[in-house]
């Protein structure tokens, strides 16, 4: 029996899937769980990829003319109550603020004092408190539409968490429309949808079905919810966006209204649409493998180490001279519009010194020393390559090739994804196969996404929930019109359906 090679996280991926997937957000030293229960720490490493996608995704926000605001944190109670239906989604979840302040207890400690008029409810999302500031900035068709997004972070009480995935308090952002008729409205549902397909794809490099989610899925309140879902590496769905057409449901409960070109008053037809820091984790679980964290080049924190090889004793100034000397010419490019960053790494740690950088993902290790210097060449080893893979390159030739190779890694992240999601996705239609692929989905190396018939039944739909903690996770919007019969009931249907275990 071959002896398996040593990798930097352990457990692997296929020995304990969860437990890999926190062993490199701590090798990477991206995040830490908080002293607040059900709450994380972002450090620099992670919130450097979240301010990397922040920027980017800004970009193609106000190309669609959307413009940033900020709402408040909380939110009266009695705003959420207008909403039946969106309460009750979210009721289970809400945090609620009850008093304004502490007083001394008479024992040492502190009490609550100062109860409120109003329980007020951290924001678990925030169509209701800006809906109030809609209606008061809507009077005439004139002053639609109103497009707005804010940055900010929620609260969801969750009862399990898992770091980026699923957290009690997470960063996201939020966008909300209000729109004069209901074409308007849906199409800046597809829009918006469209604009987190290009981002997801192109810069984090994840392939990702687009569909529709099913009634019992749909966004608490909305007419209609959109979403992109794609596969990780245990072959369990993440949800990487929404966009909801709202209808008039929120318009009507947050009298959005306004007066149309007929003179006529009417309720406004809005949208919401939202992502969130759950994508870091999905980035971590659709790329990464048993030796850390590996980053698309497009949303890394650095796009390349200099590791210049010192000798204790020797001079090395020319070393270090050459090392900074090849960071400013990178660091002088461009990389689709983001300025190049560039880490030297002069420690003098040995082999942990690379370790250390595998582990934290980045795109390119290079390595210099005297022999390299007199040879004009580098040594390059690339991530998404077996780590003890290196190459020597002219150093010429490997800065004028430098964002090529970052966009040679990237395609290959984005290609391998497709690959392992292709090879891992059936079209299934006898039940007991279906069921025994799901059954048997527990690990890293069972589960599937099914392409399965489905008869529109909300009770097959639960049944098979229930059963197999499987979900509907979208009807595809290419998913063509065929006939079969429901995977649960065997009635007729007229469309196959992404089924798959999810995050």
Known sequence: MAKQSKTAISPTREQDYPAWYQEVIKASDMAENSPVRGCMVIKPWGYAIWENIMQQMDVLFKETGVKNAYFPLFIPLSYLEKE???????????????????????KGGLKPAGELAEPLIVRPTSETIIGESMARWTTSYRDLPLLLNQWANVVRWEMRTRMFLRTSEFLWQEGHTAHATAREAKERTMQMLDVYTKFVQECLAMPVIRGRKTVAERFPGADDTTCIEAMMQDKRALQAGTSHFLGQNFA????????????????????????????????????????????PPRIAPAHAVIMPILKKGDDNREVMESARGLKDVLEGKLYHGRKINIEIDDRDTGGARGWDWVKKGVPVRIELGPRDIEQNMVSVARRDQAVNEKQSINREEFIS???????????????????????????????????????????????????????????????????????????????????GSCICCGNSSSRRVLFAKAY
């Open 84 to 106: 039946a239906e969106h309460v009750e989604g979210f009721a289970k979840e809400c945090a609620v603020v009850t008093h304004h302040r502490l007083e001394p207890d008479g």
């Open 252 to 295: 009507k409960s947050s009298e959005i209204k306004f007066q149309n070109e007929e003179g006529q008053e009417a309720y406004a037809w809005t949208t919401s649409w939202g992502t969130s820091t759950r994508m870091i984790g999905g980035i971590i679980m659709v790329h990464s493998d048993d030796d850390g964290l590996v980053l």
């Open 401 to 483: 090739e430098f964002t090529n190779i970052l966009d040679n890694i990237q395609d290959t992240l984005f290609n391998r994804a497709i690959a392992f999601r292709k090879e891992n996705t059936f079209e299934i239609d006898d039940k007991k196969a279906f069921y025994k692929i799901y059954q048997k989905a527990r690990g890293y190396k069972n589960g599937a996404f099914v392409m399965a018939h489905w008869c529109g039944s909300q009770d097959c739909e639960s049944t098979i929930k229930d059963h197999l903690s499987v979900t509907i996770r979208c009807i595809p919007f290419d998913s063509p019109v065929e006939e």
